[in-house]
């Protein structure tokens, strides 16, 4: 079985994979799962937990034998998905290969019903990053295109604005109307939309749940569960404050930035930070899932207001002190602030989006253009 022609970093390792274990391949809707796991083979047998005649063939598991690949998508609506799929793989093992996709998190469901473990790999799918699609087109055309649309497949490549605005909108309700009511039964929509259009505006800034409960008129704790609902949805993500103790990190108010860089209602700087946070994240879950190191992504911020907007650090070691400008090309002052913390030098990039020339400062500090760090970004080992 070849991997995907299309170019998405996870396709040759989900490849090998499928020939010992179960593999899950969550992410955001619409971020491409589907396609990418008809890619690996054309005479796979694809069910949908969404569509009613495909949940009759699953609860009689009546699917064809004689296939290379079976893939079941949307399993995780299906009640005691992970003991049912378990029993498939105990009782009649590979092949045929099972690939099961979902647009929650599946990581989620290790607290519910049989483990999994030893009998799968998961893996995490992105939109588009610089990275992955420099080889389709130049990278000054992508870089504009994804601060401008985001990096989901379909609009990406669409390259229209009234386009995208339609797809948004339809996008979200699906996710707020269809999936959030699989996983949890939230009456309140239309509250959860405000909070979303406050944290649209807050991309970059810390985030108080007190403050976003009396805006929303709710308890901070409802706040909180609705936030990871969003998570879990692969609406947002969070980046917490980095602390040597990780309990006192998790306290601090945390950062939130969005999967669809669209979304961003800000600035340019803040759309580039946006871009710059799911890059990095896509790269630290690409560590962990292919790779199995622990990666983490944090900000660094003290009392008095110095900040770096990001702290990469892999299998708890600081690897990388990010700073994103758009177009400030002196390097920022907390670097070496920051630096004096860390008991061996940490690397230090400031990017920069509207960059006149690249070059590094005597303390060390690497001023680059924004574009070209992002397409070159790899976290991975090197042989």
Request: proline share 5%; glycine share 4%.
């Given at each position: 079985?070849?991997a995907?022609?299309?170019a998405?970093?996870?396709?040759?390792?989900?490849?090998?994979?499928?020939?010992?274990?179960?593999?899950?391949?969550?992410?955001?809707?619409?971020?491409?799962?589907?396609?990418?796991?008809?890619?690996?083979?054309?005479?796979?047998?694809?069910?949908?937990?969404?569509?009613?005649?495909?949940?009759?063939?699953?609860?009689?598991?009546?699917?064809?034998?004689?296939?290379?690949?079976?893939?079941?998508?949307?399993?995780?609506?299906?009640?005691?998905w992970?003991?049912?799929?378990?029993?498939?793989?105990?009782?009649?093992?590979?092949?045929?290969?099972?690939?099961v996709?979902?647009?929650?998190?599946?990581?989620?469901?290790?607290?519910?019903?049989?483990?999994?473990?030893?009998?799968?790999?998961?893996?995490?799918?992105?939109?588009?990053?610089?990275?992955?699609?420099?080889?389709?087109?130049?990278?000054?055309?992508?870089?504009?295109?994804?601060?401008?649309?985001?990096?989901?497949?379909?609009?990406?490549?669409?390259?229209?604005?009234?386009?995208?605005?339609?797809?948004?909108?339809s996008?979200?309700?699906?996710?707020?109307?269809?999936?959030?009511?699989?996983?949890?039964?939230?009456?309140?929509?239309q509250?959860?939309?405000?909070?979303?259009?406050?944290?649209?505006?807050?991309?970059?800034?810390?985030?108080?749940?007190?403050?976003?409960?009396?805006?929303?008129?709710?308890?901070?704790?409802?706040?909180?569960?609705?936030?990871?609902?969003?998570?879990?949805l692969?609406?947002?993500?969070?980046?917490?404050?980095?602390?040597?103790?990780?309990?006192?990190?998790?306290?601090?108010?945390?950062?939130?930035?969005?999967?669809?860089?669209?979304?961003?209602?800000?600035?340019?700087?803040?759309?580039?930070?946006?871009?710059?946070?799911?890059?990095?994240?896509?790269?630290?879950?690409?560590?962990?899932?292919v790779?199995?190191?622990?990666?983490?992504?944090?900000?660094?911020r003290?009392?008095?207001?110095?900040?770096?907007?990001?702290?990469?650090?892999?299998?708890?070691?600081?690897?990388?002190?990010?700073?994103?400008?758009?177009?400030?090309?002196?390097?920022?002052?907390?670097?070496?602030?920051?630096?004096?913390?860390?008991?061996?030098?940490?690397?230090?990039?400031?990017?920069?989006?509207?960059?006149?020339?690249?070059?590094?400062?005597?303390?060390?500090?690497?001023i680059?253009?924004?574009?070209?760090?992002?397409?070159?970004l790899?976290?991975?080992?090197?042989?």
């Amino acid at each position: 079985m070849a991997a995907p022609l299309l170019a998405r970093s996870l396709a040759p390792t989900i490849c090998k994979d499928l020939e010992r274990k179960i593999v899950l391949l969550s992410g955001p809707r619409q971020c491409g799962k589907t396609t990418l796991a008809r890619e690996f083979h054309s005479d796979a047998a694809y069910f949908n937990f969404d569509v009613p005649e495909d949940r009759v063939v699953l609860r009689r598991k009546e699917w064809p034998r004689d296939v290379p690949l079976i893939i079941f998508d949307e399993l995780h609506k299906m009640k005691s998905w992970k003991s049912w799929i378990k029993g498939v793989f105990d009782q009649e093992g590979i092949p045929p290969r099972l690939l099961v996709t979902g647009s929650a998190r599946l990581d989620i469901a290790r607290k519910m019903g049989d483990s999994l473990a030893g009998r799968h790999f998961l893996f995490r799918l992105h939109p588009f990053t610089l990275n992955e699609l420099k080889s389709l087109r130049p990278r000054r055309e992508s870089f504009a295109r994804l601060l401008r649309f985001g990096g989901f497949p379909e609009p990406f490549l669409e390259n229209d604005e009234t386009f995208y605005r339609r797809w948004r909108r339809s996008h979200a309700d699906i996710i707020l109307r269809q999936d959030l009511l699989d996983l949890e039964q939230v009456r309140d929509i239309q509250a959860l939309e405000t909070l979303i259009e406050l944290l649209r505006t807050r991309v970059g800034a810390t985030v108080s749940y007190q403050s976003l409960a009396r805006d929303l008129e709710r308890d901070a704790t409802t706040i909180k569960r609705w936030l990871g609902l969003l998570e879990n949805l692969y609406l947002v993500f969070r980046v917490t404050p980095w602390h040597r103790n990780v309990a006192r990190s998790l306290l601090k108010e945390p950062k939130f930035y969005f999967y669809d860089n669209g979304q961003v209602s800000g600035d340019d700087g803040a759309r580039l930070e946006n871009l710059v946070a799911c890059a990095l994240l896509r790269e630290l879950q690409y560590v962990e899932d292919v790779e199995g190191r622990k990666g983490a992504l944090h900000f660094l911020r003290t009392k008095d207001g110095r900040e770096i907007d990001f702290l990469v650090l892999i299998d708890g070691k600081p690897r990388l002190m990010i700073e994103v400008k758009w177009a400030d090309d002196d390097a920022a002052k907390s670097f070496a602030w920051f630096q004096r913390s860390f008991a061996r030098p940490v690397p230090q990039v400031q990017l920069v989006a509207e960059l006149r020339r690249r070059r590094e400062t005597p303390t060390g500090v690497q001023i680059t253009p924004a574009d070209v760090w992002l397409e070159d970004l790899s976290l991975t080992e090197r042989p």
